[in-house]
């Protein structure tokens, strides 16, 4: 039956990923495993990154935002300093708002928030991943409401590996952290954990206090099949963050101290952030061909912001249930999709999503075909503490179609359109204003606003061989009401609103290219031009600008040499082009985002049962930073820092 695929799967994927055996390496093509329709790299109709367990391991990332920032074509910013909800971006959305037009998934489950909240992937360790796959333009009918630039899948680790891991770094930097895994053809059990405490590199006060920060994570998963016929899922994860992060700098204070608190801004923040999640699953399988599916997840988060008297309980429930049809030529699921999530913090505002959709793929012989549907329902509700109740909903579609023509096992052409939508969070119907003579923050409800809809068109090229993989992505998204927050240089007219029309086109480029049995490189390369074609806010007219907040070229290059099995030396290049600060709609303000550079090394060995590591990060010493407006700089990886540990694997 088909749930031993499923509780067996990390055996088969060991075999297709990057192999070394007798200092010998090959490439092959990787199986897409995160959607409910599977197909591989090479046959996919969409374009597709996918990172291994081995890849993660390799790179001796921190977190998963280093991982992508430094690997994948995804760009990550911390959110105002705030590195532990950091900002996605990905074809060409921007600094404000790419996050939330990528949906990212954990085992199916969604990260992404009611609210203006980033996806909280700091509660994800590395340690837990098997791998990461990223399908761009695509994964509307699945993923569903924010799919506008693609999904982010993890999937977790299930294996019969014991690991337990530990690293020390500059700025009192520690981490701890372990796995433990069984499976067999019955039972999967995962547990892992981890903790992490900084000592902070930025003051945030003149008495010398930096901005530390601590976390801990812990994770539970089992998966049991009591008959062949029926699995049954059950997972448990646990979050705690506390950290500080400094303000912003004028451009004066970043050139001369990048260190220093900063004397123009609004101080250093102190947040307390926590997420417990519960779920549960199903799936039975009637026959080969047929199966039933059902999952639910619940999570409780808090986030409190004790300088501001903050605090606000989030309570989200979602579920998903389908049924799957697979056969060698023909593979169907439909389903429903729902979500319900609350924000308590006085009043209560609530988003709601509920859908039906279909995906189906057909095979015959070089050919696949793909095509899906996803209709939702999306309702709001709010509910002040003084006043009546304000609601509205919307009805939104979605579609996808592909096709691949495999020219051979090693190469394909392929093809792809969705439309997609990002129905506005619930912090879009509220206005904050900064009237002078204080300009003293005043929020209301702003009302209402449009989703926006986008036209995502796709073409591309796969060549895999042992030695070489290459893909290559063309791309032209149009899109209708892009949403955004519209920033009044006089301070009255400031609200959340919709660009009339834009547009975004680029190309991608991934190249991991074996050189010899000592070397290999892989070149992640990006070309995006983001275009406001048509948008007039209170007088100021946009319209032909570029999106702020988006560089046009972005080159991640990592270069591997292994002078034998156990050692491999590694160099990695992270470059941005500039790019108008994040605020600059109008294209005019006098300071623009520098171009961001990053050099890092690092050196591991390995045995069967151990591995030494160490890292250096930025080695040249680079400043970087986040251009919000004129003289409103926040400082990011501006510093050297290394760190240095040991994995123990059983």
Do not use: C
Request: avoid cysteine; charge should be negative.
């Amino acid at each position: 039956m088909k749930k031993t695929i499923r509780l067996s799967f990390v055996g088969a994927l060991l075999v297709t990923t990057l192999q070394a055996e007798q200092n010998s390496i090959t490439l092959a093509p990787l199986e897409v495993v995160s959607t409910a329709i599977k197909t591989d790299e090479l046959r996919s109709s969409d374009a597709v990154e996918v990172y291994t367990q081995q890849d993660i391991e390799k790179s001796h990332v921190q977190n998963i935002y280093e991982f992508l920032n430094k690997e994948s074509s995804v760009t990550t910013l911390p959110s105002y300093g705030n590195k532990f909800t950091q900002k996605l971006d990905m074809r060409g959305f921007g600094y404000e708002n790419g996050y939330q037009n990528i949906v990212v998934k954990v085992n199916g489950r969604k990260l992404n928030n009611v609210d203006m909240v980033p996806q909280l992937l700091s509660s994800i360790s590395p340690n837990q991943i098997e791998r990461i796959e990223i399908i761009k333009g695509s994964g509307i009918v699945e993923a569903g409401d924010g799919a506008n630039a693609g999904v982010i899948n993890i999937v977790l680790k299930e294996s019969n590996q014991k690991e337990i891991g530990i690293y020390v770094g500059s700025y009192n930097t520690f981490d701890g952290n372990f796995y433990i895994g069984h499976s067999d053809d019955t039972l999967s059990l995962n547990i892992s954990g981890e903790a992490q405490k900084n000592g902070g590199i930025r003051h945030i006060d003149d008495d010398g206090e930096k901005d530390s920060s601590k976390f801990s994570n812990f994770a539970f998963d089992m998966t049991y099949a009591p008959i062949e016929a029926l699995e049954l899922r059950l997972n448990a994860q646990t979050s705690d963050i506390d950290t500080w992060y400094a303000g912003s700098l004028t451009k004066e204070e970043y050139e001369d101290d990048i260190f220093q608190k900063g004397e123009k801004n609004y101080g250093a923040t102190r947040q307390f952030y926590t997420s417990d999640v519960i779920g549960t699953g199903v799936s039975y399988f009637i026959n080969d061909t047929l199966s039933i599916n059902a999952d639910f997840n619940h999570e409780y988060k808090t986030s409190e912001y004790p300088a501001y008297s903050f605090a606000a309980r989030y309570i989200y429930n979602a579920y998903n249930a389908n049924i799957h049809y697979d056969t060698d030529t023909l593979d169907i699921v439909a389903g429903i999709d729902g979500f319900d999530g609350d924000r308590r913090n006085g009043s209560i505002t609530s988003k709601e999503n509920l859908a039906g959709y279909v995906l189906a793929k057909y095979k015959l012989k070089q050919h696949s075909f793909k095509a899906g549907y996803r209709y939702e329902k999306v309702s709001y509700e709010y509910d002040p503490q003084a006043g009546s109740s304000l609601n509205d909903d919307e009805y939104l579609n979605g579609v996808e179609l592909g096709y691949n023509y495999a020219l051979d096992n090693e190469m394909s052409f392929f093809a792809s359109y969705e439309r997609s939508y990002q129905a506005p969070d619930i912090d879009r119907f509220f206005a904050t204003t900064y009237p002078p003579p204080d300009y003293t923050p005043v929020v209301s409800f702003n009302g209402f606003i449009s989703p926006s809809k986008a036209h995502n068109y796709t073409v591309g090229y796969n060549y895999i061989t042992k030695q070489n993989k290459l893909k290559l992505s063309l791309y032209y998204i149009d899109l209708s009401d892009e949403i955004y927050y519209f920033k009044d240089p006089s301070g009255f007219g400031s609200k959340n609103t919709n660009i009339d029309e834009s547009s975004k086109y680029g190309i991608d480029i991934y190249e991991k290219y074996l050189v010899n049995e000592n070397f290999d490189l892989m070149f992640n390369y990006t070309y995006v031009m983001a275009k406001i074609d048509k948008e007039i806010q209170n007088g100021y007219d946009f319209g032909g600008n570029e999106l702020p907040g988006v560089s046009n070229h972005n080159l991640k290059a990592t270069l591997n040499y292994m002078p034998n099995k156990q050692t491999t030396l590694s160099l990695t290049q992270v470059y941005r082009s500039k790019a108008y600060a994040a605020n600059d709609f109008g294209n005019d303000f006098s300071q623009k985002q520098d171009a961001y550079y990053s050099t890092d090394i690092s050196l591991s060995y390995v045995e069967k049962k151990w591995e030494l590591f160490a890292k250096v990060n930025n080695i040249f010493n680079q400043k970087n930073g986040i251009w919000i407006a004129d003289d409103k700089i926040y400082p990011l990886n501006y510093t050297t820092t290394a760190y240095a540990g040991l994995k123990l694997k059983y």
